[in-house]
């Protein structure tokens, strides 16, 4: 039974326990009257029989937030998101090395925002602060942890990036697909994948999660219902939402490039004897789908090459948004899908 002591100025609350095969005790005090100490002592008994009385993790912030990560976090998340909270933890890493958690005060936590706010948008800082402390409460919630250091921390940053830099203009746009429609090679399918994001408004895990099955020539249609799953190296990984599961039309620019990527892959495959397993439709000659960082370096190739304005591959999903609003085309039902 927890035991309950008087003190000078109230109540106190302290349970011994058992914690991997050692005497530890829990303490808390503050309490005004002798009710809210016996209330707060059943809580504690209630705790220790459903062993769920621990002392506080001697984990430093890094090794905890990567175990909340994997445990909470990544089987639900889509792959940019989950990519944020793998960025976090490496900016953990950088900023807080080996220290444990139980001893991070809310001064270090401050100085760590104020410093990284040098050099980050004030967006990227909001996004830091939010998922440490998303985890950091967490930990007091799971009683690994005494205090939530995170909590009333200020933020600052630096500009965000221009909205204009978020999507391509029209004729900028035009001169992606023109080049990336021409010379379609298996070593270069990166730049169908560019063609098809930008005709689509489909995500890079979508795009590299697509099969061939899901193709239908005939009706000029794309069928979205898997994602590639960049965090692990491969395989498919469900759409980032039920709403993501759709199948949309094609136009018929696109149906005559895929039909030439399909051609010009399955008489490849055939004379080198490679099967390709699960039917991927970017399947390249090395038998590799196109990582997340290869995307990024070949947009990055080709806005130096064309002398265009250099976007990230998710920006292309705002390119397609916003050429179907300059063309007349009712997107806002759905605006808010398509921004995701």
Known sequence: MAQIIKRQNGYSVREFYMY???????NQGGFKTKKEAQNYAVELDHKKLNHELIAETEDSF???????????????????????????????????????????TYDDYQKVINEYAKTHALGTVKKFHSQSHTAVKAAVRRDLLKKDFTIGAELSGLAGKDEELKYLEIEDMHKLLNYCSKNIRLDKVSKVMIVTALYTGMRLAEVGGLTWDCVDFKNHKITINKTYDYLKGGGFKPTKNKSSNRTIDINIELVTILKQLHSIQGEYFLAHGIKNLNNYVFLNNRQNIISSNGAKHELKHLSDLLKIKAVTFHALRHTHASFLIAKGVWVFPYITFLSA
């Open 20 to 26: 991997k095969g050692k005497k530890k005790s829990k």
């Open 62 to 104: 890094a090794d905890y937030f990567i175990d909340w990560f994997k445990n909470y976090k990544e089987p639900k998340l889509a792959y940019a998101t989950a990519l944020r909270y793998l960025n976090t933890h490496h900016e953990i890493i950088k900023y807080f090395g080996n220290r444990r958690m139980k001893d991070i």
